[in-house]
């Protein structure tokens, strides 16, 4: 059987996972590639970090030199996470002519022009489905499989932590802190898990994703975000008692006028396939013009997930798959975005909204009234009686709105905020069907 | 750009728009395949027959070989419903040198290992996403993006038809004939839906998923199968009392003994992802051991669906992708099953069951005793008071039971439905968690 030797930087969880993949159940990738992938070269830093895979003699270096010189090695999983050295590692790959597998989204956000026109360049592939939603293969279907569509929008659960940390609060009614020590316990969070609720890591993929379907070229960060860092258990009870689960959603949504995109907690109405999302689970919904909805879900993140995806790239590239698809699909490049990307204050939306107010008569009518002055329409208001441990001063005002300009709803909010009958601070989120 | 001639045989509704998407998007296949699909030929039966989609002037003929004998067309998507001529015409076009992509499962169920050879030996290939759940890129996940797994099961709702009615009468009350009947009124359901709701078009599914996940050879005919078309409202309400709602279910699933297979109208607990798929959707359930659970929603059926999954495969077809994955993956032949299909009475499974009873002492009893002797051990009863509207003299009787071999099940009503007390028919049906 044919042999097509192949080599893995970096030895953490994921590389562990790839390498064990190789390793033990060659069957597999001969049985659905016709080929046996030769794990020839595992590159580390420290040779004498103890490992969980169990490596043939002569596959552990710390030498990358071992890689780029043997010119057998014909594709290589880059596992290396963070910005530097994985990019002069990834370019050294790719100069030395080599087909790269990664999973480093952060990478590919931050310098994918520069990397896919390289390879391009030097007639080189890069294959990278386990950078967004771990071991849903969102970037194969996304690529190949919708190739006859007009992608109309996208919405994702792509962040496993923060899913995780809301459906503690939401279905047992943990605090955010709870939750996030829970989350940390259990491997999902890191230590500073700052990327992930902060929306970063969710941005970072949606940024990839809306070059694949919508060919939109944006950093990152310039998508507007918001996290579940600033989430309030009080928020989701409510948001329950309408009907609806909180979720971080990143959205992106092609109209007449230019691509919207957006990261933020956002109200999604109960039974819904993204509501009904548990745990640390991803889920995204894909709209196409010919298909219609196409929703996936499944593990985000995680060794052995994130490994299925990496030992699928590396098979598609081994049989020639990924470097077709390189050669022949427009991806990334430092050209010209090719949708406009709609300002954040003209993206139409419903809101959810909520004040503490002091429970007088005539609160209602000034704050209907700024909502009427901006053309807000309610759908659904909530106060309930006044809690009178807490001194019976003050209640919590809840208001959905029927769709409005997001400018409209945030200049709405900051006039609410100057009326002095409302204290504390306001929450304003998006509301989805 | 480069141009690949392509031609159609079969212009009905999935061909009409697969010819849609050829000329009216040209734009996305050349952005998603850097280069044309030229529609060059669409052959029809009967060339004054009104079409819905606007051929240029040449396009449309009534003789195949004006696709056979020209050497250019090198991508055929035949599109031909039934087994003949659909299976002769493909063997025409594969003898021609064409590359041939088809929606066609009950042709693949029936004469797979036939034409999968052939296209082997002639070196061409055949590539058949449309063929499983329409607009859900079931083939090209399994075969591509789930290559570093061992599938372990399979659980699928495949026939949208079945589906369309089931929530019907679940969800609005309706009988079975109603259901049927405003299938057939919105053209989910054709005028004679029996391989629909037999659960024959779900087993052709099923034989053909099985065949890519285990490298089973099985005929769709030897798949135990049940159909909706005797699924009645009273056990629709009982489930939805005990917590579930019932889908009817195709399942694969791997075990030490061997491979499981069934279609069945099955109770699933609600809340499962399989369990709130509604309307005429189709979805999947995939576990492989490394990516864990993956879940699929989407149309799975429909003329723009359907094509979008064609049209998808003759850009594969057109680049490059589906002869590497068809010279590659070990696909359909003539050759040994690599898995034992394990025989039906030895299936373990948790059981629901409805009974008729005469409402008197001792009837429990009598029951319970036989399921006890067969090992089966009850999870939960229902019995309401008898409608003394109905003369009270009867009742219904559901038990739900613990996991046990389906033998000892069907045994246990066997036995039951011998019991003077017990009158009517019985209905046994398994329960998924």
């Not at 014909?74 to 050295?85: D, I, S, T």
């Not at 939750?179 to 609720?197: C, F, H, K, S, T």
């Not at 933020?264 to 298909?291: C, F, H, K, Q, S």
């Not at 009427?372 to 209640?395: F, K, N, T, Y």
Request: with cysteine.
């Amino acid at each position: 059987m044919e042999k097509t030797k192949v080599a893995i930087v970096g030895l953490g969880t994921v590389g562990s996972g790839v390498a064990s993949l190789l390793l033990d159940h060659g069957d597999r990738t001969a049985r659905h590639a016709g080929r046996t992938l030769w794990l020839e070269k595992a590159v580390v830093r420290d040779l004498s970090k103890a490992r969980d895979c169990n490596l043939p003699e002569g596959v552990l270096t710390d030498q990358l030199n071992d890689v780029l010189s043997d010119p057998e090695i014909k594709v290589v999983a880059q596992l290396m996470g963070g910005l530097e050295p994985a990019r002069g590692v990834m370019l050294q790959l790719l100069e030395a002519g080599k087909d790269v597998v990664t999973a480093n989204k952060a990478l590919l956000a931050e310098h994918g022009p520069e990397l896919f026109d390289r390879a391009r360049a030097l007639g080189r592939s890069i294959a990278f489905d386990a950078a967004v939603a771990g071991g849903i293969p969102i970037i194969t279907n996304m690529s190949q499989c919708l190739s006859a569509n007009q992608i109309g929008s996208i919405q994702g659960i792509l962040n496993g932590t923060s899913n995780f940390i809301v459906c503690q609060m939401d279905e047992l009614g943990w605090s955010y802190d709870a939750a996030v020590a829970e989350a940390q316990r259990l491997g999902y969070a890191e230590a500073d898990p700052a990327m992930d609720v902060d929306g970063s890591d969710a941005a970072q993929k949606l940024a990839i994703l809306s070059h694949l379907a919508f060919g939109a070229r944006i950093r990152w960060n310039d998508i507007p975000k918001t996290g579940i860092d600033t989430l309030e258990l009080t928020d989701l009870n409510f948001a329950k008692e309408l009907g609806y689960r909180i979720k971080l959603i990143s959205h992106a949504e092609l109209g007449a006028e230019g691509l919207e995109l957006s990261v933020a907690p956002t109200l999604i109405r109960m039974g819904r396939p993204l509501a009904e999302v548990r745990a640390n689970y991803n889920a995204i919904n894909v709209v196409g013009d010919a298909v219609g909805d196409l929703f996936f879900h499944g593990q985000g993140a995680g060794q052995m997930p994130t490994a299925s995806a990496v030992v699928a790239d590396m098979i598609d590239t081994a049989v020639g798959r990924t470097p077709i698809t390189f050669r022949t699909l427009e991806l990334w490049s430092e050209r010209e975005s090719a949708v406009k990307i709609r300002p954040v204050d003209e993206l139409p939306g419903r809101y959810y909204m909520r004040f503490q107010v002091v429970d007088r008569p005539g609160v209602m009518a000034k704050i209907t009234s700024i909502l009427g002055a901006q053309q807000l329409s309610i759908s659904s208001i909530i106060q309930h009686e006044p809690d009178q441990r807490e001194g019976g001063e003050s209640v919590q005002l809840v208001i959905m709105t029927h769709e409005a300009p997001e400018g409209a709803a945030k200049a709405a909010v900051d006039q609410i905020m100057q009326l002095p009958v409302v204290s504390g601070k306001s929450v304003r989120m998006r509301v989805m069907e």
